[in-house]
């Protein structure tokens, strides 16, 4: 029987999805959560591998269970075991030709400028860029030049072997975050690259500073190379909201 999660937790703790040698991971605590339930080790597949403090509103993953223990409510039994800063919002059966990774069709992410130079509230912290103050009407500029199928090579970091660096993203948007000093930037594609949503938040914060212009982003697209190397922004501000199957 294979088991659909959907899943919300903050990264702040946590050194991203995969399991690492010698660093806690979200997979990590979910293998032992589940070992504790069914008293057999599982893997747990990710649809995305979310780095260290990359938050999630709808990661999606997947197990297979053995039959012995195919009528336990697993979001109950997952949600009394897993810390406060790791949550199911979703559990259900699916067919053995579901994959969280391989069946998804696009996702959904955001990131978070805190745009106040003077101050921050400490709660804010792990979940924004407190990059300082951004020209709306720049992004507003820039942004559109990134829609669209593109090789986006340029704004892939190095570490993680793809078939193809060719992705669409389907829109940006902009629009206002929990408070006033906060700009949300989304961003729906048909998959991204490693830290491909960072480097665009890195491109977007010069945009924003006026340190580069159109003919910056349609050179960078067009060298497919890392050698103008936009900033890569921290991943506090980074959150997978939903992933499209």
């Not at 991971?25 to 080790?41: A, M, P, S, W």
């Not at 700009?183 to 991204?192: A, C, N, P």
Request: hydrophobic share 40%; charged share 20%; with cysteine.
């Amino acid at each position: 029987m294979r088991i659909k999660l959907t899943l919300a937790y903050t990264g702040t703790n946590y050194a991203g999805w995969q399991i690492q040698k010698n660093s806690l991971t979200i997979q990590e605590v979910l293998e032992n959560v589940i070992f504790k339930i069914c008293g057999q080790r599982v893997r747990v597949h990710g649809a995305s591998r979310t780095d260290a403090g990359v938050h999630a509103l709808g990661q999606v993953a997947h197990f297979d269970v053995p039959s012995q223990v195919s009528k336990v409510n697993w979001q109950r039994a997952l949600n009394s075991f897993l810390p406060a800063d790791i949550s199911v919002i979703q559990a259900q059966e699916v067919g053995t030709d579901f994959h969280s990774r391989f069946s998804a069709k696009a996702k959904i992410y955001s990131y978070t400028f805190w745009t106040e130079s003077r101050f921050i509230y400490p709660q804010r912290r792990p979940f924004v860029w407190p990059c300082g103050p951004l020209h709306p009407e720049q992004l507003m500029q820039i942004s559109p030049l990134l829609e669209g199928e593109h090789d986006f090579r340029a704004l892939m970091n190095a570490g993680t072997k793809v078939k193809s660096t060719v992705k669409t993203i389907y829109w940006i948007k902009f629009c206002p975050g929990v408070y006033p000093q906060e700009l949300v930037m989304r961003i729906k594609g048909s998959g991204f690259l490693k830290q491909m949503v960072r480097n665009i938040a890195g491109l977007l914060w010069l945009a924003g500073n006026n340190k580069i212009d159109a003919n910056f982003v349609q050179e960078l697209l067009a060298s497919k190379s890392r050698q103008l190397w936009p900033p890569t922004a921290p991943a506090a501000g980074l959150t997978l909201e939903k992933i499209f199957y």
